[in-house]
C-alpha cells in the first residue's frame, strides 16, 4: 500500500457535476486487502483512488454507484505521473492499456467520496510536463553564468526550491512513488550548494517547531465553555503558531507547521534573495507573523472563544462571520495575522493553511506587514498561486461581505467545461476571457470579486512570478505603497509604475496587461497540450 505524503482530502460531502477524482472507500480491512496494489492511504485509510470509468454517477449534490456487479476506474501510475490511463477519441475517453484500469466488486464498496473536485488525470499529467520544463528552462538559465557566481548560487536556490515544489505536489496528488524518486535528484542538486547562511536559514523555521503548555487562559475559557471537555494543544516554528483541538493530532500539526516553513523559505528563494539590494529588502521577520486557530465546530463555541480567549469583536457581520467556516483578523501584536477556523469534518487544513500563508506573504512582502493594505486580488492571487504550486488544488477561497473576510468553501463554475480541462487551463481561460484590466482589478473589494476576477488575480500573480523579475515585484510593493491614499491611489501607483518601466507617453497599466495577456496566451502552465502545438 502507498501512503499520500499530505493529506488531500475534499472539503464537504457535496459533489458538484465537474468532480473527477474520487476516492472508493472499502466495506472493512478484508475487502480493502483485495485491492491493496491499487490503494494508497489517505487520513490512515487505504482508498482505491481515481477517475470513475463504469458504474459511478457524479450527480449533483451527491455520487451513485451499482449496488452489484463491477464498477472500474482509471487509475494513475505512482511512479509515472506523465501517464494518462486513457486517450480521448473524439469527446470519449478509451483506455490506453488494460493496466490504466482497476475492477472493483460493488458489493466490497461503502463509499465514494471526492478526492479533487476539479482535476482529472489528463490534466495532473499536462501539469506535471509543465513542471518538469519549467525545471528545465531554470537550469538552462542558470548554467549560463559562471559556475558558483552569485547569479548562478541564487538561480540555483530557486532551482531546488522548484525541485522540491515538484515533490510536495507529487506527494499531494497521488504520485508518492514518484515523488520518493524525486529525492535523489533533489540530493544530488543539493550538494553543490555552498552557502551554508541560506540552509541554516532554511533549517532554522523547522528546528525551531516545539510544543508549548496550553496557556492558561486558554484553559480558563475551555473550562468556562465547554466545562473543560475541549483540550487544546499549542505549537509554533519560527514564523507560525498553531492552537488546535486534541482531534487534530500534535503529528499532523507539526508537519503543518514544517510545510508552512517550506512555503515560507521556497517563497525567499523565488521572490527575495536573486533582489535583494539597497532598494530591495527583505520583508519577511525572523520571528511569529501568523497564527492558526483549529477550534469547534458549534457555532456558539466559535463564537465565545474568539471574543473571551482572543478579545476580539466581530463587528456588524457577526451572525454570517460566526456561521462561516473561519474568518481572518489583524491584531496590534506579533503574530499580527490570525486566521480563525473550524475544525470541521473532512476539512483541507493543508489547503486552508497554504491558501492562508499565501495571504500573509503577500501582505509581509508587500506591505511589510502593514495593517493598511486593503489589495485583496493580490492575497488571493498569491494564495492560489502557493495552493497550486504545493498542493495542486484550492479547494478554499474567501468571500468577503464588507469586511472581515470569510472563508467558504470554493464552488467553481461552469462544471462541464472543467471535466475537459485541467483547472489551471480553467482559470487561464476565465482570466483571459473575462478578466479586468489589473489598474481595475486592484480597486475591487473583496466582496465584488467573482469568479474571473480570482482567475484574472491568480494568473496575472503568476505572470509576474514567472516572467517580470525584480521590476513585477517592485510594480507590486508600489502598488501597495499607494494603495494607502485610496484617493490617489491609482494616479500614485501609475506615476511609481512608469519610473520602474522607464514608461514615457504610454499607458503603463495597458502595457503590461498586454504583456501578461501573451504569456497567458502562450507562455503560462495551464496544463493545455494544445497550447504547446
Not at 457535476?17 to 466495506?27: D, L, N, R
Not at 472493483?104 to 501539469?127: C, F, I, P, W
Amino acid at each position: 500500500m502507498r501512503m499520500l505524503f499530505i493529506l488531500a482530502v475534499a472539503i464537504g460531502l457535496a459533489c458538484p457535476a465537474s468532480a473527477q477524482i474520487v476516492t472508493v472507500h472499502f466495506k472493512d480491512a478484508k475487502a480493502a486487502a483485495k485491492y491493496r496494489k491499487l490503494t494508497v492511504e489517505v487520513a490512515g485509510e487505504a482508498v482505491l483512488v481515481g477517475e470513475p470509468k463504469y458504474g459511478v454517477s457524479l450527480g449533483e449534490g451527491k455520487i451513485t454507484w451499482l449496488s452489484s456487479g463491477t464498477l472500474q476506474f482509471y487509475v494513475a501510475d505512482p511512479q509515472d505521473p506523465s501517464r494518462v490511463p486513457y486517450k480521448f477519441e473524439g469527446d470519449q475517453r478509451v483506455p490506453a492499456s488494460p493496466k490504466g484500469v482497476a475492477e472493483v466488486s460493488a458489493t466490497h464498496v461503502a463509499k465514494v467520496g471526492v478526492l479533487m473536485r476539479d482535476e482529472n488525470l489528463y490534466g495532473l499529467a499536462q501539469d506535471y510536463r509543465g513542471r518538469l520544463a519549467r525545471i528545465d528552462e531554470l537550469t538552462r538559465e542558470r548554467d549560463a553564468h559562471p559556475k558558483a557566481s552569485r547569479e548562478w548560487f541564487l538561480l540555483h536556490h530557486r532551482l531546488v526550491s522548484r525541485y522540491e515544489s515538484l515533490q510536495t505536489w507529487l506527494a499531494s496528488t497521488l504520485y508518492p512513488d514518484a515523488a520518493k524518486k524525486l529525492q535523489k535528484e533533489i540530493d544530488r542538486q543539493s550538494k553543490t550548494v555552498a552557502a551554508e547562511a541560506l540552509e541554516l536559514r532554511a533549517s532554522k523555521g523547522k528546528e525551531a517547531i516545539r510544543v508549548l503548555p496550553t496557556p492558561p487562559e486558554l484553559i480558563e475559557a475551555s473550562q468556562a465553555i465547554s466545562g473543560g471537555k475541549h483540550v487544546f494543544g499549542v505549537q509554533e516554528s519560527e514564523h507560525l503558531r498553531i492552537v488546535h483541538l486534541d482531534t487534530l493530532p500534535a503529528e499532523r500539526v507539526s508537519a503543518l507547521l514544517e510545510f508552512g516553513e517550506d512555503i515560507i523559505e521556497g517563497f525567499r528563494r523565488e521572490f527575495v534573495d536573486p533582489y535583494v539590494g539597497p532598494d530591495y529588502e527583505d520583508h519577511i521577520p525572523d520571528r511569529l507573523f501568523a497564527e492558526w486557530w483549529f477550534g469547534p465546530a458549534d457555532n456558539s463555541d466559535h463564537d465565545r472563544y474568539y471574543t473571551q480567549y482572543y478579545g476580539l469583536a466581530w463587528g456588524d457581520r457577526k451572525k454570517e462571520l460566526v456561521e462561516s467556516d473561519g474568518t481572518g483578523a489583524r491584531r496590534p501584536m506579533p503574530p499580527e495575522n490570525l486566521h480563525y477556523c473550524k475544525l470541521i469534518e473532512d476539512v483541507d487544513v493543508e489547503g486552508w493553511f497554504a491558501h492562508q500563508l499565501g495571504h500573509d506573504l503577500a501582505q509581509v512582502h508587500f506591505d511589510k506587514n502593514r495593517a493598511g493594505m486593503q489589495l485583496p486580488w493580490l492575497k488571493e492571487g498569491v494564495g492560489y498561486y502557493l495552493s497550486l504550486e504545493y498542493l495542486g488544488r484550492n479547494n478554499v477561497t474567501c468571500k468577503g461581505f464588507e469586511k472581515p473576510a470569510k472563508y467558504v468553501h470554493q464552488k467553481m463554475q461552469e462544471g462541464e467545461r472543467l471535466a475537459r480541462l485541467g483547472l489551471r487551463d480553467f482559470y487561464n481561460s476565465l482570466a483571459l476571457e473575462e478578466g479586468r484590466p489589473i489598474d481595475m482589478l486592484a480597486i475591487r473589494d473583496l466582496y465584488e470579486m467573482d469568479d474571473a476576477d480570482l482567475a484574472k488575480s491568480w494568473s496575472f500573480f503568476d505572470f509576474v512570478a514567472h516572467r517580470e523579475g525584480k521590476p513585477g515585484q517592485l510594480f507590486l510593493r508600489a502598488m501597495c505603497q499607494a494603495a494607502r491614499e485610496r484617493a490617489s491611489f491609482v494616479k500614485d501607483w501609475r506615476e511609481k509604475a512608469e519610473e520602474i518601466y522607464e514608461v514615457d507617453g504610454q499607458d503603463v497599466f495597458k502595457l503590461i496587461d498586454e504583456r501578461w495577456r501573451k504569456f497567458a496566451e502562450t507562455g503560462q502552465e495551464t496544463g493545455d497540450a494544445r497550447r504547446s502545438r
